[in-house]
T-cell receptor
Framework: GESVGLHLPTLSVQEGDNSIINCAYS??????FIWYKQESGKGPQFIID?????DKRQGQRVTVLLNKTVKHLSLQIAATQPGDSAVYFC???????????????FGKGTKLSVKP | KAGVTQTPRYLIKTRGQQVTLSCSPI?????VSWYQQTPGQGLQFLFE???????NKGNFPGRFSGRQFSNSRSEMNVSTLELGDSALYLC???????????FGSGTRLTVV
């Protein structure tokens, strides 16, 4: 079926290390992807997005990589900090270029725990 | 710049009752989408509104409905509440094309 799944449900890293969170998607028609961070009691917070015509996009301490050949998305967080501890979701959007599909399909989430 | 505002933040209802949740999008965002988040099912799309019209709908029963007003504010309604409707209901607004997709803090609904 059409779904987004995460490879690792939990990830524990040491403060200062780099973190990599992975995501698999199954719909080749998806053309827009977003990573969200969700802290306890809050709504998902936008981290970074990428369109399907790109392979890589960088933000502040974060990088998203898109491999369309194997339908894989990853989020890299450099120099992970305790404040990065949260659940991270990837989401895909279908036919975004076609004009406004409003629904995102979310993965189940990965819990990132940063040890001081 | 104000974010997406959802009210109320918490709600407790009894089975069989109905509930209305409210969402005010970011100024200039005309698309509003609703999601249900539960530990078991994760984030699931309910419906999307654009210019007062429902443009997209997820796989939820007819007890779940929504509407959008001319100022882009949106409400969702759940009738005949069931215990399984207990969840965090999230609203998101975006620019045309889905860009800038921003979530509110959600309404935590508990059905007893």
């Amino acid at each position: 079926g059409e779904s987004v799944g995460l490879h690792l449900p939990t990830l524990s890293v040491q403060e200062g290390d780099n973190s990599i969170i992975n995501c698999a998607y199954s719909n080749s028609a998806s053309d827009y992807f977003i990573w969200y961070k969700q802290e306890s009691g809050k709504g998902p917070q936008f981290i970074i997005d990428i369109r399907s015509n790109m392979d890589k996009r960088q933000g502040q301490r974060v990088t998203v990589l898109l491999n369309k050949t194997v339908k894989h998305l990853s989020l890299q967080i450099a120099a992970t900090q305790p404040g990065d501890s949260a659940v991270y979701f990837c989401a895909e959007n279908l036919n975004n270029y076609g004009g406004s599909q409003g629904n995102l399909i979310f993965g189940k989430g990965t819990k990132l725990s940063v040890k001081p | 710049k104000a974010g997406v505002t959802q009210t109320p933040r918490y709600l407790i209802k009894t089975r069989g009752q109905q509930v209305t949740l409210s969402c005010s999008p970011i100024s200039g965002h005309r698309s509003v989408s609703w999601y249900q988040q539960t530990p078991g099912q994760g984030l699931q799309f309910l419906f999307e509104y654009f210019s007062e019209t429902q443009r997209n709908k997820g796989n939820f029963p007819g007890r779940f409905s929504g509407r959008q007003f001319s100022n882009s504010r949106s409400e969702m309604n759940v009738s005949t509440l069931e215990l399984g409707d207990s969840a965090l209901y999230l609203c998101a607004s975006s620019l045309p094309g889905g860009y800038g997709y921003t979530f509110g803090s959600g309404t935590r609904l508990t059905v007893v």
